[in-house]
């Protein structure tokens, strides 16, 4: 079992910048993709950005350059720093780890709670 633990929401206002985080405990789980998925109000939930243990990043195209991830693997932390923040960057923010199960094999992932991020105009 994986528990996710995210902090760092809030208010801001446009332009502003927050920093997310969210750590693992981990058990006899190897993370290997770590990221921060989003979830607007009447919207699917969206990937934002993922990393993977190597340290390579995905991005959506909507927040390249404005936000960057990244990730203590000895700390099982991972990191979401958001600058020049938009309006429409305001949904809950999710922590997902993906990896395998040591003792079964199995390839699992895991969600956090979310944390609200509310941009203001």
């Known amino acids: 079992q994986v528990q996710l633990v995210e902090s760092g929401g809030g208010l801001v206002q446009a332009g502003g910048s927050l920093r997310l985080s969210c750590v693992a405990s981990?058990?006899?789980?190897?993370?290997?993709?770590m990221g921060w998925y989003r979830q607007a109000p009447g919207k699917q939930r969206e990937l934002v950005a993922v990393?993977?243990?190597?340290?390579?990043?995905n991005y959506a195209d909507s927040v390249k350059a404005r936000f960057t991830i990244s990730r203590d693997n000895a700390k099982n932390t991972v990191f979401l720093q958001m600058n020049s923040l938009k309006p429409e960057d305001t949904a809950v923010y999710y922590c997902?780890?993906?990896?395998?199960?040591?003792?079964?094999?199995?390839?699992?992932?895991?969600w956090g709670q979310g944390t609200q991020v509310t941009v203001s105009s």
């Open positions: 997902n780890v993906e990896g395998v199960d040591r003792i079964n094999g199995y390839i699992r992932a895991y």
């Open positions: 981990v058990n006899v789980f190897r993370i290997n993709v």
């Open positions: 990393i993977t243990s190597g340290g390579s990043t």
